[in-house]
């Protein structure tokens, strides 16, 4: 079976962090986004509290250079502390 690759690179990456709503988690995850995408600009990035402010979510849009790279960073934000799900 032959492996073919959906995405070609670079590419617009969306990612969604959720997490518990708190200084050190919006840290820690923009610490690993700007580890893996040091070029990142504040406007493709934005966050969003749940209705009861239980959760928030940080929204990026990389500029994926590559398949390694998106997998790099998603097991980095995997093991992440305070990272509920990715999206």
Request: a negative charge.
């Amino acid at each position: 079976m032959v492996k073919t690759h959906l995405l070609e690179f670079p590419t617009d990456y969306p990612i969604k962090i959720i997490g518990r709503p708190s200084d050190e988690f919006r840290a820690r995850v923009h610490a690993v986004v700007l580890r893996h995408a040091p070029e990142l600009e504040a406007e493709r990035v934005s966050e969003r509290l749940s209705g009861n402010g239980n959760f928030l979510s940080i929204s990026y849009t990389l500029l994926a250079e590559s398949r390694e790279q998106v997998e790099a960073l998603t097991a980095e934000l995997q093991a992440c502390e305070g990272v509920m799900m990715l999206i």
